[in-house]
């Protein structure tokens, strides 16, 4: 059976295996890990090979995407649905760091404080940890307060400020978030040199991001002795830019996908959805780094 | 491209491939809807098995059967597999099943990833029955996986918490899928407004979805951290609080009751004008109702939590925010009993199903504005008051539903129409043992019966008696609707493509059996004014 055109009513695929794979690949990933939490050996492996099989099933799903989208099985409603999908995934993402700035939020305006002392006739501070001093950043913890010689937890010399990398990495996102703009008017205006290298800059940028993150991740556990183990602070500080920091991977390589794309020819001023999804996710961790820097870093 | 097709009219006649294949790879939202419902039944009656372990172990004081570690797995599994396991989705396999062909479209709008998000669920809850036979036991610190029990709990809280993430990704996978139908493949003349109400409670359910789930994800990976990592979410000599825990978690947890309950409503709003053969009264604000109660879902969480130790203008908030929700869902309530009012009602067992809803949903609903009244909650906190509560509304609540639309569709989906004099028997069992399991709970939460606890004080040894005896009654009972099913599977009196005399919708108006691909094209006139979808003048009255 020859390619139908887009006319031709909405495309429901066949049979796919590749969803099995991924859940068996999501399986894998889950016992290899949990067990490998509780030391046995080589569960490791199995998680890795989890892993493996995800990223197969992700090239084998999204070639068959890729290639029903090439041969014109797709039409204007079924890019819709692609739309609508990508857009609240995107919405999900965003409550799950909702979740993690709720933590912040809470622990700086109630958990913090009331461990000082404030609040309504509150004895919390001088039943539990009479030294402790409510400051955010946190570097001492409660139960170490004044008692440094047998803390458990890592106490940092500082805290990461606002106006060093951070500021840097701030100008960088938000840059990259102006080359993916202007490599999407460069596809609409058919101006293909200016659609590649906006594309090109953007993954370099997001590269260049990663790199100065790491950097800054080196610094503050080896020299700060900033860590996940130095209280709440670290705690936070270190999902929320961690999650963030994997979330810039991972579109960074979505990016580098529709690089190779856009350099093989698949996009036209009129069909460029992928482009567009990962454009929009680009959008996403570039405001969730604004949230991140002032909450976390800066004020 | 011999591998892929558009669903044009040549697949209509196609027959679906055959074997094993064909579960593992469809992509057809009846097979997809088939599989989650038969997901859903099987994890109903593992769920429904540990549920008689507690009961049991409750019929009288002292420890008879197991030992309390043992009984806080069952409570704790139980609650976890009926949540996530059976009701959710059942819902989800409704979905699937009915959206498309109410709105008149071919199929779910993402249906590769409508096969992923079920095939999700068999590995995550075989992750997590696992647990019960690792070294330290199954989780049993409770559904809501409290810090500092889950921070310091054995080691299958790891395994819980990452089947939970698989949970996660396929409720936000089937929800997105939802939205996308809904929003996007509705045949021409299907507006908004002209929606069945399943079709409007479940947008909005997918919605809670994607706005929670990834919440529940967020607070189960600081759990994991927590554990593992050194991060101290939920220590307070790291500047943490365990009660932050619990925020985040009800932040989850209370849309999440909602996620349980809203397409049940959707269901009762379709199968109450069928056999009251009368519209739905109300239509508008029925859709208003349930937004309402979607939108305030996200701001009652703390009424959970009234003795943790809040700030009273926080209780206060929170003590009337929750009141609040009365309201619309008083409207619903209402509107139920208006579309009754003066019908022509004949009582099939939907019906019957759909009005014990009506009437034991409300009784939970009394008993949950008791809870939110914060000065009384102080009493009823952590007693069996509560689980007489949520299992009003979620057992005569959302598993009547489930099962009054199972007998509703059954028809439709099999084309063969079921027992009635069995069906008839099942719901009065049903009906009658619910109530005796449950009501009696009330009292003993009144006078001081704490949950989640194998022994009690011999003054309680009454009423947990009646209770056990109607929960194995109870449970018992649903073998017979097990057995209808599958009997109306295999065989019956051949239904027609109507079903009910009252029946109004898209999904009426194809053969029952409905055929393997049904609307690959739009609804025509004829069948969208049969389904009281075109203004009278139009369908050429
Ligand atoms: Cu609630």
Not at chain 1, 183 to 202: E, P
Not at chain 2, 37 to 56: D, E, H, I, K, W
Not at chain 2, 352 to 374: D, E, H, P, Q, Y
Not at chain 2, 388 to 393: E, I, L, M, N, R
Request: aromatic share 16%; net charge negative; no cysteine.
């Amino acid at each position: 059976m020859s390619a139908h055109a887009p006319a031709d009513g909405y495309y429901v695929p066949h049979g796919s295996y590749w969803p099995i794979i991924g859940s068996i690949a999501l399986f894998l990933i889950a016992i290899g890990f949990a067990n490998y939490l509780h030391d046995l050996a080589n569960a490791q492996y199995i998680a890795l090979l989890g892993v493996a099989l995800l990223l197969v099933m992700i090239v084998g799903w999204f070639g068959s995407v890729i290639h029903e989208s090439t041969h014109g099985f797709y039409n204007t409603q079924v890019d819709k649905s692609f739309r609508w999908g990508m857009g609240w995934f995107i919405f999900s993402e965003v409550m799950f760091f909702a979740a993690f700035f709720g933590a912040l939020f809470y622990v700086r305006t109630f958990s913090v404080p009331w461990l000082g002392g404030a609040g309504d006739e509150v004895s919390t501070q001088a039943m539990l940890w009479p030294y402790f001093d409510a400051v955010w950043p946190l570097v001492y913890p409660p139960s170490d307060a004044h008692t440094l010689s047998q803390t458990a937890f890592d106490i940092p010399k500082a805290t990461v400020p606002a106006w060093g990398l951070p500021a840097l990495n701030t100008a960088i996102l938000l840059s990259s978030g102006v080359t993916i703009t202007w490599s999407h008017w460069g596809l609409l205006d058919k101006n293909r040199l200016q659609f590649i290298a906006g594309l090109f800059a953007t993954v370099a940028l997001g590269i260049l991001f990663l790199s100065i993150q790491a950097y800054e991740y080196g610094h503050a556990i080896h020299e700060l002795n900033l860590t996940l183990n130095s209280g709440v602070y670290g705690s936070l500080f270190y999902m929320l830019t961690g999650f963030h920091g994997l979330h810039v991977t991972l579109g960074a390589l979505i990016l580098t996908v529709v690089f190779f794309r856009a350099l093989f020819g698949h996009f036209s001023e009129h069909q460029h959805f992928a482009f567009e999804a990962a454009a929009w996710y680009w959008h996403f961790v570039d405001v969730v780094w604004l949230g991140l820097f002032i909450f976390v870093y800066w004020l | 491209m011999s591998h892929a097709t558009t669903a044009s009219h040549d697949d209509l006649h196609a027959a679906p491939p055959r074997g094993l294949s064909r579960w593992l790879f469809t992509t057809n939202h009846k097979d997809i809807g088939t599989l989650y419902l038969l997901f859903s039944l099987l994890m109903f009656l593992v769920g429904g098995t540990m549920a008689l372990v507690v009961r049991a172990e409750l019929f009288q004081p002292g420890l008879q059967f197991v030992d309390p570690l043992f009984f806080n797995q069952m409570t704790t599994m139980h609650a976890l597999i009926m949540i996530f396991g059976a009701v959710m989705p059942a819902f989800t396999g409704l979905a699937n099943w009915l959206i498309p062909m109410m709105i008149g479209a071919p199929d779910m709008a993402l249906p590769r990833m409508n096969n992923w998000s079920f095939w999700i669920l068999p590995f995550a809850f075989t992750l997590l029955l696992s647990t019960l036979f690792m070294e330290g036991g199954a989780p049993a610190g409770g559904w809501t996986m409290y810090a500092p029990l889950s921070v310091q709990g054995p080691p299958s809280i790891d395994f819980l918490i990452l089947a939970i993430h698989m949970m996660g990704i396929s409720s936000i996978m089937g929800a997105i899928n939802v939205i996308a139908t809904i929003l996007n493949l509705r045949a021409p003349g299907v507006t908004l407004m002209k929606m069945p109400l399943f079709v409007w409670t479940w947008l909005i359910t997918a919605y809670l979805l994607i706005a929670v789930m990834p919440v529940l994800a967020g607070v189960v990976t600081m759990t994991l951290t927590d554990r593992h990592f050194g991060t101290s979410f939920f220590d307070a000599a790291g500047g943490g609080d365990p009660i932050l825990f619990q925020h985040i978690f009800w932040f989850f947890g209370h849309p999440e009751v909602y996620i349980l309950i809203l397409p049940a409503f959707g269901i009762i709003s379709q199968i109450i004008p069928t056999f009251a053969r009368k519209p739905l009264f109300g239509y508008s604000s029925m859709v208003y109702a349930t937004a309402s109660i979607a939108f305030l879902s996200f701001i009652v969480w703390a009424h959970h939590m009234f003795t943790v130790g809040m700030p009273v203008a926080g209780q206060l908030f929170f003590m009337y925010s929750t009141m609040l929700i009365a309201v619309p869902t008083g409207v619903k309530v209402f509107n139920w009993v208006a579309t009754m009012w003066r019908g022509a009602m004949t009582f099939e067992t939907p019906m019957l199903f759909a009005i014990a809803f009506v009437f034991l949903f409300t009784i939970g609903g009394f008993s949950g504005l008791m809870l939110a009244i914060a000065p009384a909650d102080y009493q009823y906190h952590d007693t069996y008051f509560v689980v007489a509560h949520f299992h009003y509304v979620l057992v005569p609540g959302a598993v009547f539903s489930i099962m009054a639309a199972a007998y509703f569709w059954l028809p439709k989906w099999t084309g063969h129409q079921y027992n009635e004099t069995l069906g008839k028997i099942h719901f009065w069992l049903s009906a009658i043992s619910v109530n005796i399991t449950f009501f009696p709970q009330h009292f003993l939460g009144l006078a001081g019966m704490p949950r989640r606890i194998p022994d009690y004080s011999l003054q309680f040894a009454g009423f947990n008696e009646i209770s056990s005896v109607g929960a194995f009654l109870f449970g018992l009972s649903q073998l017979l609707f097990v057995y209808i099913v599958i009997k109306t599977i295999r065989g019956g009196e051949p239904a027609t493509a109507q079903v009910w005399e009252g029946a109004r919708g898209l999904e009426w108006t194809v053969p029952s059996p409905a055929p393997y691909h049904t609307f690959a094209t739009a609804p025509d006139n004829k069948a969208m004014s049969a389904a009281g979808m075109l203004p009278a003048a139009e369908a050429g009255h």
